[in-house]
């Protein structure tokens, strides 16, 4: 017995509150206790691991292959206003959803056309086109411009803004050579329905949401393709120019120079028909890396699973191509590479059309925005989960170490359990957690010292007063 007291000894898990001692109940709970932080330091780890992108080579070149096609698609088919391929299409596109919204709110059909239904149902104070309209005085404004410079014809929320301001007071609000100019009492005949603050507001919205739709295709007097609405990005053009405006702040060269630059493509074209052009390839792109990425997990899948353990559930967290990081690390790259080809095709058709300089207009008109727009997401996205990782990396090592020392512990209480009686452990533990021996014998030396005189505040009565002495050193 004394042979194992010295070479077989072990000690399981004690806690020391201020209320007295705790111990593990048995080596079994000690091993249930040990196992079930292993897999928690398991599922730690996994967490990590599943921050950082799986992609092999094939997965990278199937994404800039995709990104090449795309960029093809956007040099060759896309091109620019008025010399796309599928311009046509897509203007047709948007009249025929006029066309449908118009038979929504009552058009039969017959003429006046829809979009005119649509001015004569949704009017607004501050449609003025030019010639023949308050609008003459305006420096420059046209039916060429007017959809551009007027405020409320822009689709953003500072047009929603001056839609709605213009409605209330009559007003028209437009952006040219760098001011903001207002027209008063812009429409004698406009009245703005309602006949609370609330219902006015909320029919303000209508006529401003309704009217830019029948503006979407061009207005009703517009000859051949028409003036749409100028595109929501350059359209914030206007509204940093009214913002300083109205703070009495004096528009920056560089304000108005982005301002002439998003007038001189819109009218060349570019507006949001033309945008929602530029939209196909990229969308093409994201269809075909996120196809390419399940296709191939599901190949694998099949491949290496049998047919008993398949199921749909299973399937779909292989496959699932929209949350994990592998997928979106192939975006990127498909994203990268159309955005380069795209930008590459812009700078030489720049110089090509500037004669040996760089003409501005030409580059911006064959940007594709929505492609550049869509990588900068994904580039936001892979330094997003970068500063992850790198805070999880630290967390995830600490918890590497921690397992093996975890698993260590499990191995030696499995190795006592086999050695000692657990039934036995749990009744000895029990019987000492449950004994009074040790406090009799506390008490007693208390009352000894009681009798030695020793003073009152010298004496050990709790164990609290034990913690503070053996902290503080022998008292003197």
């Known amino acids: 017995m004394s042979q194992v007291q010295e070479t077989d000894r072990f000690i399981l898990e004690m806690n020391v509150d201020s209320d007295g001692f705790r111990f593990a109940s048995s080596i079994e709970t000690a091993l249930i206790a040990a196992e079930t932080e292993i897999q928690c330091l398991k599922e730690t780890i996994k967490s990590v691991e ?13 994404a800039a292959s995709s990104g090449v096609l ?7 088919i896309v091109e620019k206003p008025g010399e796309s391929a599928i311009g046509d299409v897509t203007d047709q596109w948007f009249e025929n959803r006029v066309t449908d919204f118009a038979k929504l709110c009552g058009w039969n059909g017959k003429p006046p056309s829809a979009i005119q239904f649509l001015e004569g149902e949704f009017k607004v104070p501050y449609d003025q086109r030019g010639a023949g309209d308050a609008g003459r005085i305006v420096f420059g404004m046209n039916p060429k411009n007017h959809h551009f410079k007027s405020l409320g014809h822009n689709p953003t929320l500072l047009g929603l803004f001056f839609s709605i301001l213009d409605q209330f007071t009559n007003q028209s609000h437009f952006v040219s050579d760098g001011e903001l100019i207002s027209l008063q009492n812009a429409d004698g005949n406009f009245i703005l329905c309602g006949k609370s603050i609330p219902t006015k507001l909320f029919c303000g919205f209508v006529n401003w949401f309704k009217h830019l739709i029948s503006d979407i295709s061009g207005s009703s007097g517009s000859k051949g393709r028409g003036m749409g609405l100028p595109s929501p990005f350059w359209a914030w053009s206007n509204d940093i120019i009214a913002i300083k405006r109205k703070l009495n702040i004096t528009a920056s060269e560089f304000d108005n120079t982005i301002n002439e630059l998003a007038l001189s493509i819109y009218e060349k074209g570019y507006d949001a028909r033309f945008q929602g052009t530029q939209i196909i390839p990229v969308f ?9 990425y399940s296709i191939r997990r599901l190949v ?3 491949v290496k699973t049998e047919k008993e353990e398949r199921s749909a559930s299973a399937i779909w967290k292989v496959c699932e ?4 990081p592998t997928v979106k690390r192939m975006l990127t790259v498909a994203h990268g590479t159309f955005c380069m080809m795209d930008l590459g095709d812009a700078t030489i058709r720049a110089f090509i059309t500037g004669g040996g300089t760089f003409n501005v207009t030409e580059f911006f008109l064959r940007l594709n925005i929505m492609g550049v727009g ?6 936001y996205g ?11 990396e630290s967390e995830a090592q600490f918890s590497r170490s921690e397992k093996i020392i975890v698993e260590n512990y499990l191995i030696g209480l499995k190795l006592l359990s086999e050695l000692y009686d657990d039934k036995e452990l749990v009744d000895f533990l029990n019987d000492f957690k449950n004994s009074d021996m040790f406090l009799q014998a506390f008490r007693k030396s208390v009352q000894l010292a009681e009798l030695r005189m ?9 164990k609290s007063d034990i913690d503070l002495y053996f902290r503080e050193g022998t008292r003197q």
């Open 454 to 462: 020793v003073p009152d505040d010298m004496i050990l009565r709790t």
């Open 300 to 302: 694998k899948y099949f």
């Open 321 to 324: 191509p929209f949350s994990n």
């Open 70 to 76: 795309c960029g093809i698609i956007d040099i060759f």
């Open 284 to 292: 093409i792109n994201e269809i075909i890396v996120r196809l390419v």
């Open 382 to 392: 892979e330094a997003k989960r970068a500063v992850v990782i790198r805070k999880a």
């Open 374 to 379: 869509r990588f900068t997401i994904s580039l």
């Open 50 to 62: 599943n921050l950082r992108p799986n992609c092999d080579k094939l997965d990278y070149a199937l």
